[in-house]
């Protein structure tokens, strides 16, 4: 029998704040997180915004070593645990470090220390490059410096699947507790390439918004005038655990999580399939995981990026998968909010959905001003709304067709 697994501690590093709770007031305020890009001078790109995470200090969660040899997809992933792990007051040690593992999802690790040691090489040589480039580069760093750091011992992993890669680090771990592999995981996403070239490389392909003189109103998903979408950073980790451990333990419990589901478009490389095939398979897939009937399902997170294709075609596939009940289903877009975090993006969005089942408030999708006639189901525009949710899903879809869905109930002990 599978064993039940809930949602215990919740860590958030973040465009709209440093923490779990400043985040979740910033998110229910419909506040925006997007402002004109200070990491890099931007003269020159068509695309000068970002949801960049300020006013973080990687010392004050790192040792004052390695936080200045540690990049800072990675600083941002030990924070988000840390504050996680507090949370859930769930205490590592020689008992039980063997039976909590990590898993997190990152898309394109570091490409910070990359570019810098790229120009440093071509520049000067290969005999001034750092001895922690690699170290610092690798996306599986962040689920191996958490272990260090936290000493979980157990099932250790790093997923590289574009912007699903945090949906389905939540899922495998979800997996890996329901066949007793482990008693409880660290598991999200994490990414920070807010970089000249990961900016540089969206805008090639026209997938970014260049509405840099507003930035707050740049990410509008859903939105008849939405024009691409806009890169953010930072980290969402959840504490999960079996229900038997966690009730062993007397934890606080957010949600629990009942289904998770995977597809593949096989279509294009960025791209999803117009009918959104791959999307429905994938939503359908979770529910029928969870064992429900899709009319049960009372809002759903969407993957909503505010590019003029996905939001269309997350719409329809929605539309197949809810049939009659789709119009009347709260769907909001955080990313209006946060930016698209990419890898991370899965992570933040299963913190954000279990804490809309725990406190009942669905976040809006705000920059809502222009309905677009081919998206017209209700996606919560501009203003929070409070309403008690049952079961909630979140999506993330990731280029190369890879799709990740997960299903998350509010908790009930029976």
């Not at 200070?38 to 004050?60: L, M, W």
């Not at 969206?202 to 740049?218: H, I, T, V, W």
């Not at 049939?323 to 913190?351: C, F, N, Q, Y």
């Amino acid at each position: 029998m599978k064993k039940r697994v809930v949602v215990t501690g919740v860590g958030l590093v973040t465009p709209l704040g440093v923490g779990a709770e400043e985040t979740w007031d910033a998110l229910c305020a419909g506040k925006s997180g997007i402002a004109e890009i200070t990491h890099f001078d931007t003269t020159g790109y068509p695309t000068r915004i970002a949801g960049e995470v300020k006013n973080f200090r990687p010392e004050d969660w790192l040792s004052v070593k390695d936080a200045k040899r540690t990049e800072k997809f990675i600083a941002y992933s030990i924070a988000a645990s840390r504050m996680a792990l507090e949370d859930s007051g769930l205490k590592i040690d020689e008992s039980n470090e063997n039976r909590v593992g990590v898993i997190t999802g990152c898309g394109l690790g570091g490409l910070q220390i990359m570019e810098r040691t790229i120009v440093s090489v071509m520049t000067r040589g290969p005999k001034r490059v750092s001895p922690f480039f690699i170290p610092m580069l690798i996306g599986n760093m962040a689920p191996g410096m958490i272990s260090i750091y936290l000493g979980a011992k157990g099932p250790n992993a790093s997923l590289a699947t574009a912007c699903a890669a945090g949906a389905h680090a939540v899922g495998d771990s979800f997996r890996a507790i329901q066949n007793g592999s482990a008693d409880a995981m660290i598991t999200g996403g994490v990414e920070a390439v807010v970089t000249q070239s990961c900016i540089a490389g969206f805008s090639a392909m026209k997938a970014l918004s260049s509405r840099n003189d507003d930035p707050e109103k740049a990410s509008r998903p859903f939105e008849r005038d939405r024009d691409g979408f806009v890169v953010g950073e930072g980290s969402g980790i959840l504490i999960i655990e079996s229900l038997e451990y966690a009730l062993g333990r007397g934890a606080k419990i957010y949600a629990e999580i009942v289904g998770f589901g995977m597809s593949g478009d096989g279509h294009h490389i960025s791209a999803p399939p117009p009918d959104g095939n791959g999307a429905a398979r994938c939503m359908q897939a979770a529910i029928d995981d969870a064992g429900i009937s899709y009319d049960q399902v009372n809002y759903i997170n969407a993957h909503g990026t505010s590019t003029p294709l996905n939001d269309l075609y997350e719409t329809r596939a929605i539309k197949t998968v809810f049939k009659d009940k789709a119009r009347s289903i709260p769907v909001s877009s955080t990313k209006s909010m946060t930016g698209h975090l990419l890898g991370g993006a899965g992570g933040i969005e299963t913190v954000f959905t279990a804490l809309t089942l725990k406190h009942g408030i669905i976040p809006p999708t705000i920059n809502y001003e222009n309905p677009d006639p081919e998206c017209d189901l209700d996606y919560v525009p501009n203003v929070a709304r409070k309403e008690k949710i049952i079961y909630a899903m979140t999506n993330s879809f990731g280029f190369g067709g890879t799709n990740g869905c997960l299903l998350l109930k509010a908790y009930e002990n029976s």
